[in-house]
């Protein structure tokens, strides 16, 4: 069972995972998850995903954890455990034959809103969805080797 919810109060998705109850008499009650309405598609007791307001594609929507973190290692591990899982059934609901997962940790990495997200971006054609250039370069396969056994010894 996950701990207890962290929240952040300046947070946008914070504020989106808040529950309260919207007004009945409108059609925001099929809208709303907390103070800040949102598409909702998915909601579990760790996690929220809903479609993305400034879509790349259709279909671009966001699952975030309930737990609030700037970063990927500030999320408790029971509050990660539905992530990937609600990612596969979004894509399944949506139905991308190409798709994108992206999640982005700090401002250098183009991380705009500091609350974990993951981005699952249909890529329908060259034109819409994630646009990328990826600057591979050759490895030393000696520094590699090196830096692997490096990595290794941390854990």
């Known amino acids: 069972m996950a701990s207890k919810i962290a929240t952040d109060a300046a947070c946008i998705f914070c504020k989106i995972v808040k529950g309260i109850t919207p007004p009945h008499d409108t059609d925001l009650h099929l809208l709303w998850s907390g103070d800040i309405p949102c598409m909702k598609l998915i909601e579990t007791e760790t996690v929220l995903a809903f479609l993305d307001i400034g879509p790349t594609s259709k279909g671009h929507s966001l699952v975030i954890p309930k737990w609030h ?27 991308p034959a190409d798709y994108n997962i992206l999640q982005n940790n700090g401002t250098l990495a183009h991380q705009e809103v500091h609350h974990v997200h993951f981005h699952m971006i249909p890529k329908p054609n060259a034109k819409e969805g994630l646009i990328i250039d990826w600057p591979a370069k050759p490895a030393d396969m000696e520094k590699l080797k090196e830096y692997c056994a490096e990595i290794k010894a941390r854990f």
């Open 69 to 95: 973190g700037a970063k990927l290692t500030d999320i408790p591990d029971d509050h990660l455990a539905d992530i990937l899982p609600t990612v596969k059934k979004l894509v399944n609901a949506i139905g």
